[in-house]
């Protein structure tokens, strides 16, 4: 799938917090309120790239929120857009 990478911007922020929220929910206790500042705290310190449709840069299909080392943060991707090489274009 094609997909433009472009930093994160201030309307992504909504989107990218509830996925988030979604994705660390299955694997954490946390209350969603303590997982959603967790992540806007990263996302403020670290920033993330977002993957979007090349015609619509509001059409998110993912984004990654990566450590200046390199580690990993956070990744996610649409499900309808998975398998289709969005994740690696974050990543490059």
Do not use: K
């Not at 992540?39 to 449709?53: C, I, Q, T």
């Amino acid at each position: 799938m094609l997909c433009r990478v472009r930093p994160l911007e201030e309307n992504d922020v909504p989107y990218v917090l509830e996925c988030w929220v979604q994705t660390e929910r299955r694997h954490s206790f946390a209350s969603n309120q303590h997982i959603r500042a967790h992540a806007r705290a990263l996302l403020a310190s670290h920033g993330a790239r977002v993957a979007v449709v090349p015609d619509d840069a509001d059409a998110i299909l993912g984004f990654a929120c990566i450590e200046r080392s390199g580690r990993v943060l956070m990744a996610y991707v649409r499900r309808a857009a998975r398998n289709m090489g969005v994740c690696r274009r974050l990543f490059e």
